[in-house]
């Protein structure tokens, strides 16, 4: 395949050859991927996405109560009945090392399980951004194309998404000077320009940001915007995620 630079905003249902062979990083500042990161960092021992709560509480019963953590957001809120909602704050070393947890959010897991057949799947946020880059560079070396999901929100465009998006390609721009890049990802780079120079003032002008501010979560946009403060790269892979470098459950 020749050397390509895709980004998508929102969950897209590609068939899963368009994925194949390629390493896909999917994103959503706030808050899925971000919290992931900040979980896998404070030694979650996995992170299983769901698209639903039925079938993350299915999953649940099949596991000692000790070694589990139910998490869910549906309209910013904890999902009733779940042991933690879907904001970093939450996800202390106290609460999730050594835990495995179930979780559903309305976008980002959504666009995790959208990408299943990708090479390699990563999860990107601020917060673990050079981890990120790293993974993309050598991923970029050994000659895979790379795709961007843009999780959104409501699964449409979001920008700290697309910031974040265009922060990670401008890293690795020089060695992909030669590729093929969609209209998105070459947008994504100028929104990173125009917007990513005080990301938390980013994160405060967008709609997701403004709305998790009314809900009573402000504190997460700051934490959303830490600029590698977990430097883990969550990997997706056989139906769950784990930091990479880390034994997955079986
Ligand atoms: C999502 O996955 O839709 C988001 O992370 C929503 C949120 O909890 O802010």
Known sequence: MSARVDVYFGVVALPPSEWQGRIVVVIDVLRATTSIAT??????????????????????KS????????????????????????SPAEFTREVVEGKTILMT????????TAVQGAAEVVLGAFVNLAATVGVLRSAVRR???????????????????????GRLLRAISRRLADATWNDAARAVVALDRRYGRDLLACLEQTTHGQALAEAGYRGDLALA??????????????????????????
């Open 105 to 112: 959010t309305t976008n980002g897991t959504a666009a995790l």
């Open 143 to 165: 000659g895979l194309p790379v795709a961007i999901v843009c999780a959104g929100s409501e699964r449409q465009f979001a920008m700290e998404d697309a910031v974040c998006a």
């Open 225 to 250: 915007a830490a600029l590698d403060a977990h430097p883990v790269v969550p990997v997706y892979a056989e139906r769950q995620v784990t930091a990479q470098g880390r034994a997955r459950r079986r």
């Open 63 to 86: 596991f000692e109560r000790s070694e589990v953590l139910l998490a869910g957001e549906r309209r910013m809120g904890r999902i009733s009945g779940f042991d933690l909602g879907n």
């Open 39 to 60: 979980a896998l960092a404070n030694g979650a021992r996995a992170v299983i996405p769901f698209e639903s709560a039925e079938d993350a509480v299915a999953r649940f």
